[in-house]
């Protein structure tokens, strides 16, 4: 299984910007996939998930109303499309497929497939 992320780059507070992640090597429209992100000194932490099937979504409360996850099983592809970017949403953002149980669907315990990470960097 691999997760291929991309979409990352350099940005100012308050631009929009969407992230990618295609995957490969497992039948996508089965797993669940998340958005996490981890900034320096800090750990990875929850954004988005989507679950498989009924697509519902989840967020975490720092980017609800301005990040949308979303998914193309035609593709085998996640995206985070991020708006009103903060300073503070600067991290290495991961995608993950899993299986989750509804209780994990918002843990890294829930995903058992990583991608590699995208830098984002909101200056102010």
């Known amino acids: 299984v691999q997760l291929q992320a991309s979409g990352g780059g350099l940005v100012q507070a308050g631009d929009s910007l969407r992230l990618s992640c295609t995957a490969s090597g497992l039948t996508f429209s089965r797993y669940s996939l998340g958005w996490f992100r981890q900034a320096p000194g800090k750990e990875r932490e929850f954004v988005a998930s989507i679950r498989w099937g009924a697509d519902n979504t989840y967020y975490a409360g720092s980017v609800k109303g301005r990040f949308a996850i979303s998914r193309d099983n035609a593709k085998d592809t996640v995206y985070l499309q991020m708006r009103s970017l903060k300073p503070e949403d600067t991290a290495v953002y991961y995608c993950?497929?899993?299986?989750?149980?509804?209780?994990?669907?918002?843990?890294?315990?829930?995903?058992?497939?990583w991608g590699q990470g995208t830098q984002v960097t909101v200056s102010s």
């Open positions: 993950a497929a899993g299986t989750p149980i509804i209780s994990q669907i918002t843990e890294r315990s829930g995903f058992r497939h």
